[in-house]
Each structure stands twice: as C-alpha cells, then as structure tokens.
C-alpha cells in the first residue's frame, strides 16, 4: 500500500469515529446526519445563501432545499431574504441550531481528549504539529483539486 492510501485509510477512519462519537449526541434530536452537515456549515462559516451552502456541500441545490425545509420546520434554521436580492435566500441558526452543535462538538472534543492523554503528552504534542502541518498542505494541494 502507498502513503497515500495508508494516510487516506487512517484519516477517514479518524474521522469516521470522532463523528461517530459526537453524533451520539443526536439521538436526543430528530436530525439527519445530513441535516446535521447543514447546521455545522453554518456554525462554522455563519450566515449563507443556500446556493453557497449547496456548493460548500457539493450537493444539487434542490437537496439544500429539501433539508433546509426540515431544520426551518424543527426550528434550528432562520430563512430570511437577501436584502439586496430578494430571489436568494440567506440561512443562519437559530439559538436551538447552535445548541445542537455546540453539544456535539464537546463531546467530540471530551473523546479526543481522552484519547489524547492516553497517548501521553509528548506524543500528542508532536502529533498536533504534524497535523497541522499536514492541514496546510491539504489546504494548498485542495486549490488545484477543486
């Protein structure tokens, strides 16, 4: 196997499980993991149309439409018109929305945390750093793959 596929393998694995972990949390909630996508995108990169919010996801604008309509019925979603286009629509999180993800978002932090501390500071620390080295090289290599 070579590097690249040994790195993709362990990363989405991560990932799989961190999510896995923290959409425990949804249980108590009546949301979809793709509805959930939706109130992540807006939490971290706030208010959006919904054609943004579409081409952030990489998903047909009608999908947006469709998962919007439940969150906006739940009450986790505003849906206001733009004021200097009243064709397009701006989304942005209720206070219920923001709870939803700030619960989640803990207790992914709570769980790697623990799975920091029980590889022990030395190796978490140098762990940190190379991720984040290898972020900024994902970041820069992504241009010229989207």
Not at 11 to 38: D, M, S
Not at 50 to 77: C, N
Not at 114 to 138: P, W
Request: hydrophobic share 35%.
């Amino acid at each position: 196997m070579g590097k690249g596929e040994v790195l993709e393998e362990l990363l989405r694995e991560i990932c799989f499980l961190v999510k896995k972990v923290g959409r425990q949390v949804l249980r108590n909630y009546e949301l979809t993991p793709a509805q959930f996508e939706v109130l992540q995108k807006l939490y971290f990169l706030g208010k959006m149309k919904m054609s943004d919010l579409s081409r952030e996801l990489g998903v047909a604008k009608s999908t947006i439409t469709g998962i919007v309509k439940g969150l906006e019925h739940a009450g986790y979603v505003t849906r206001e018109k733009d004021t200097n286009d009243l064709r397009v629509n701006v989304l942005d999180l209720t206070t219920k929305g923001r709870e939803v993800i700030e619960k989640v978002i803990m207790r992914r932090q709570n769980f790697v945390s623990q799975c920091s501390q029980s590889i022990g500071e030395k190796i978490s620390g140098r762990l940190e750093n190379d991720l984040k080295q290898f972020l900024e090289s994902i970041r820069r290599e992504a241009k010229n793959w989207l």
